[in-house]
């Protein structure tokens, strides 16, 4: 005895994405705190990824090993020094990197952000996909080197966004629902 045929599943079509209502764009001072309070969280780990590493350094026998191959290599002792800044300069990059990544793929917002009440999205106002979060993060290095210009942008333009905003395509939005003495919430534009 066979079971008798089962009815094929509801076809659904997929409803229009919800555009995210928020507040307000967030201005310079607050996303200012809660850089100040991410670089501090990005600064405490590297040191102590600098202890850790010089603990794993000092007890694993591993000085002896680089003594022994930089015997080897006579010519990287001049260098030894900027080697060495060169280093730790990368390792700071690279926790930067996975850290604003991270938690803007994940949640939209840093630590700091979310300690102020902001959330990085899209322009239409939907999540960063992690491509877009990490895209964002490298834009940093756009916004930083001509006297943080970049960031002096946040002042002018009228939907309070950064270089490295305008390159990733994103908006900082205050996050909070009972957002002091702002505006009524808002629909954000289409993402190009």
Not at 143 to 152: C, D, R, V
């Amino acid at each position: 005895m066979t079971a008798p045929p089962l009815d094929p599943p509801p076809v659904v079509s997929d409803p229009e994405p919800a555009v995210l209502q928020f507040v307000g764009y967030a201005g310079f001072a607050s996303r200012l705190v809660a850089m100040v309070v991410d670089l501090l969280i990005v600064s405490i780990t590297w040191i102590f990824w600098g202890f850790a590493l010089t603990f794993l350094s000092q007890t694993s026998g591993i000085n002896g090993l680089l003594a022994f191959v930089n015997s080897f290599f006579n010519w990287i002792i001049p260098y030894q020094n900027l080697l060495s800044i060169l280093l730790e300069i990368s390792t700071l990059l690279l926790i930067a990197q996975l850290y604003f990544t991270f938690f803007y793929g994940f949640g939209g917002a840093t630590i700091g952000k979310y300690l102020m009440g902001l959330q990085v999205v899209r322009r239409n106002g939907q999540p960063l996909s992690l491509a877009r979060a990490a895209l964002r993060t490298l834009a940093y290095l756009v916004s930083t080197p001509l006297i943080y210009a970049g960031f002096i942008n946040i002042l002018i333009d009228d939907r309070r966004r950064g270089w490295h905003d305008l390159l990733a395509g994103t908006v900082v939005v205050h996050s909070w629902r009972d957002y002091p003495d702002g505006p009524e919430s808002f629909e954000l534009g289409e993402d190009v």
